[in-house]
């Protein structure tokens, strides 16, 4: 049974810093490309980062330069740096595990951005 759970969702002010981590099980980790997507109330599932097995990663446009990502394969994690937040990045965050025809998906931890 695959699972991935997500960690590290609150309430942070403007300007702020949370990390997100994503625990899985039930797959052969290390192939998978993990991402962590969001999706904001009224709003589409959107990409945020996502890292390779190979460790090559790519960021949403709107995160660049203040959103981290980076995976533990020894510990089957995947965590999400998030620096410089901003009340749009208010969001679920889910974590998601992709290779080919296989597509994992986390329940989602919240995260909000406001004073």
């Known amino acids: 049974q695959v699972q991935l759970v997500e960690s590290g969702g609150g309430l942070v002010q403007p300007g702020g810093s949370l990390r997100l981590s994503c625990a899985a099980s039930?797959?052969?980790?290390?192939?998978?490309?993990m991402g962590w997507y969001r999706q904001a109330p009224g709003k589409q599932r959107e990409l945020v980062a996502r890292?390779?097995?190979?460790?090559?990663?790519n960021y949403a446009d709107s995160v660049k330069g203040r959103f981290t990502i980076s995976r533990d394969n020894s510990k089957r994690t995947v965590e999400l740096q998030m620096n410089t937040l901003k009340p749009e990045d208010t969001a679920i965050y889910y974590c998601n595990a992709d290779l080919q025809k296989w597509n994992y998906w986390g329940q989602g931890t919240h995260v909000t951005v406001s004073s």
């Open positions: 039930g797959i052969i980790f290390g192939i998978y490309t």
């Open positions: 890292i390779s097995s190979g460790g090559n990663t």
